[in-house]
């Protein structure tokens, strides 16, 4: 069973940053891929970004340039450094994992159907 536990979610004014973590546990394969993705109030969930184990990350067009990926195996945690925010970012934040076979390692993007959800962590940007 794969735990997820997002944090680093805040209030912050626009132009400002934040970088959002998550912890990950109970992951056992060797190929996985791994996203953040965000709700705003009445608004459907949306991808941001993702990255597989392997390291190919995909960005949804709104963020790229401002917000990037990663993870630290040895930590096994997933990271979303968020710069130069805007009041549109505004949503709830939710790390997702879905594990991936050999030969579909590199079959990762913001439509692909992740299996675990964390509980999310809420951000919030200020005009």
Do not use: H
């Not at 998550?22 to 056992?28: D, M, V, Y």
């Amino acid at each position: 069973q794969v735990q997820l536990v997002e944090s680093g979610g805040g209030s912050v004014q626009a132009g400002g940053s934040l970088r959002l973590s998550c912890a990950a546990s109970g992951i056992t394969t060797s190929w996985y891929c791994m996203g953040w993705f965000r709700q705003a109030p009445g608004k459907e969930r949306e991808g941001v970004a993702t990255i597989t184990s392997s390291g190919l990350t995909t960005y949804a067009d709104s963020v790229k340039g401002r917000f990037t990926i990663s993870k630290d195996n040895a930590k096994n945690t997933l990271y979303l450094q968020m710069n130069s925010l805007k009041p549109d970012d505004t949503a709830t934040y939710y790390c997702a994992y879905i594990s991936l076979t050999y030969f579909g390692r590199s079959n990762c993007n913001l439509e692909s159907a992740f299996t675990y959800w964390g509980a999310g962590t809420q951000v919030t940007v200020s005009s």
